[in-house]
C-alpha cells in the first residue's frame, strides 16, 4: 500500500462510512484510495458545509467522523467548521492535501505560507492534535494517533496535513485495527463527599450540561434525579437530556431558557448544586449572574479538570466521565441511605407550583404576520416524537430552546460551543445520514441559510431528505432586535433585500413551499414530505418585529462588553 491507502485502510476497518470533502489535485492520492474503499465520499459545495456535515454524522452516530479538503483554501475553508468541532468537543478527523515537499517554499499552486507547516500551526489552534505527514513509514501510526487523541479524554477534532508526493510512497501493509482506551475512573472521596452532601440538602438542584449528553448519561441521570427527587435544569446545548415533559424538569436554564429554572435556581435558596458537564459559559448562567452560586456547596462534574472551577468556586470538584460518575455517585446515595434510612424527600408539588405560575403558554395566535413561537408551535405538533433537531445561530435558536419541548434525549442539537452562523444548515445533512428513517429538521434564520444554503444541491445530488424551515424576515434577526432593546443605531445594516427560497431551492433541485399563515404547517403536509423522500425547503415568511427571548443576552452585553 501508499501512504494514502494505509490511511483510507485504517479509516475502513474502524467503521468510517462517509468522507465529506471537496475534492482537489493536492488530494488526488487520497481520492485514488478512497475509490479502491467501501467508504463512500459525500461531496459538498463548501469545504466548510464538509466539515459541519463530518460534524453532525458524529453527534448523531456517536462515531468519530472524516472531512477532508484540497490544500490552501481549501483547508482555510474547513478551519470554522473544525473550530464548531472542537468547542462542542466533537470527535472529527480533517485531512488536508499538500503540495509536493520538493516543492516546498518556491510558491507552488495552493501553497500556504513559507515550507508549508503554517496550515498545520493553524489547525492546531482549533483541535487536540494537528501534523504533517512528512514521512510514508509514519501514515499509519500518525492516523491511529489522531484517532485515538479524538476519541479518548475530552473528545476533539484532529487534522493531518497530507503531501501529495509522500501519499504515493509505498508505506508497507497497514497494521490493522487500533483500540481507544477511555479513562472512566472517578475520584472515590469526591463521590462520597458529593453523596453526604446532596443527602442533608434541603433545597438541592441539578445543572446538566453537554458533558452529560457527550457521555450518554440520560439514564444515570433521570436515576440520580427520581432517586432523590431533585430537579434538574439543562444548558442550551443539552435541552432535552432529560424530557421537558418530566415532572422534576427545570427547563433550559441561562439563554432563552424557561422561567421555571430561572424562578426556581435564581430566585429561590438552593443550597447544594450539583453540576454535571458544564463549564458555566455565557449561555447557561446569563452573564455569570452571581445569583448561580447556591448558598451551601457546589459540586461539580467534569472530564475536563480545567472546567472544574472555572468560573464558580467548588467545593467538590469530581474528574471523570458523567456517565460513569453519576453510576457511581447514585449507587453511593443508595449505600448512605441504608445508613440513615432516608432519600431525598418529594420536590415535585414544588416544581410544579412554579411550572404553573410561570409556564409558557403556546402561541395559538392566528393573526397575521406569522409569529415565530406559532411557527414552532405547528412544527412541534406535526413532527414525530423522535425528530431530530439542528437548530442553527441567532434568533432561530431563541426561539427554539424557549417554545419547542423535547421529550426524547439526543434530538436536540445547537452549534454553541463555538456559535457559527450556518451549522445546522449542513450538519443536518450528515446527521440524517446517521439517523436512518427519523426525520432531521433544520430551523434556520435566512442569514444563516444564505451562508451555507448552497449544501442543500449536497443533499439532492446524494437523495438525502433533510427538511429545512427557513425563518424568513429579510434580515439578521438577532443583530436587529440586540440593537433594537439597546438602543443601537444601524451603522453596519442588519436588512437585506427579501430572498425567495423557494425559488432556490427548486433551483438546486428540492422542493421548495412558501408558508405564510398558521396551520399551513400541519401533520399532513409533514407526513407528505417525509414520505416523499425528498429534500425540501419550507421558506416561512414571519414577523420581523416579533421580539425573541433573548433579553439575557442584551443584559450579559450591556452589563459584559462596556
Known sequence: MNAAEVIVDYLEKHGVEYVFGVPGGAIEP??????????????????EGAAFMADGFARVSG?????CSTAGPGATNMITGLASSCGDSIPVIALTGQVATSLFGKGAIQEFAVQSFSIVSMFRHISK???????????????????????SGRKGPVHLNLPTDIMKRKAGDSNGRCNTTQVLGFDREGVIEAAKLLMEAERPVIVAGWGSVLSQADKELLMLAEMMDIPVATSPKAKGVISEAHPLSLGVLGFAGSLVSQEYILSRDVDVMLAVGTSFNEFVTSGWDKRLRPMKSLIQIDIDCNEIGKNYYVDVGIAGDAKTVLHELAHQLLRQSKTSGKL?????????????????????????????????????????????????????????????????????????????????TAAAIGAKLAAGARPVVSIVGDGSFLM??????????????????????????????ARKLSGIPEGIPSGFAPVDFVKLAEGLGARGIRITEPGQINRELIEEIISSGMPTVLDVIIDQEAVPPIQSRIASLEKLYT
Not at 132 to 145: G, L, P, Q, R
Not at 381 to 390: A, G, H, Q, V
Not at 458 to 472: G, Q
Open 452 to 481: 451555507n444554503g448552497m449544501e442543500v444541491a449536497t443533499a439532492v445530488n446524494y437523495k438525502i431528505p433533510v427538511i429545512w424551515v427557513v425563518m424568513n424576515n429579510s434580515m439578521l434577526g438577532m443583530v436587529y432586535h
Open 129 to 151: 492534535y494537528s501534523d504533517i505527514v512528512i514521512n510514508e513509514k509514519k501514515a499509519w501510526e500518525m492516523i491511529s494517533k489522531a484517532r485515538r487523541l479524538a476519541l
Open 63 to 67: 462515531n468519530i467522523s472524516v472531512c
Open 344 to 424: 431525598g424527600v418529594s420536590r415535585r408539588q414544588e416544581v410544579q407550583a412554579i411550572k404553573e405560575e410561570f409556564a409558557v403558554t403556546p402561541d395559538t395566535c392566528d393573526n397575521l404576520p406569522y409569529k415565530p413561537a406559532r411557527m414552532i408551535k405547528d412544527l412541534s405538533d406535526s413532527l414525530p416524537e423522535d425528530t431530530i433537531y439542528f437548530v442553527d445561530n441567532g434568533n432561530s435558536m431563541a426561539w427554539a430552546i424557549h417554545h419547542l419541548p423535547i421529550t426524547q434525549p439526543y434530538t436536540f442539537y445547537v452549534g454553541l460551543g463555538f456559535a457559527s452562523m450556518g451549522f445546522a
Open 30 to 47: 487520497l481520492n485514488n484510495a478512497l475509490h479502491k474503499s467501501k467508504i463512500k465520499v459525500i461531496v459538498a459545495k463548501h469545504e
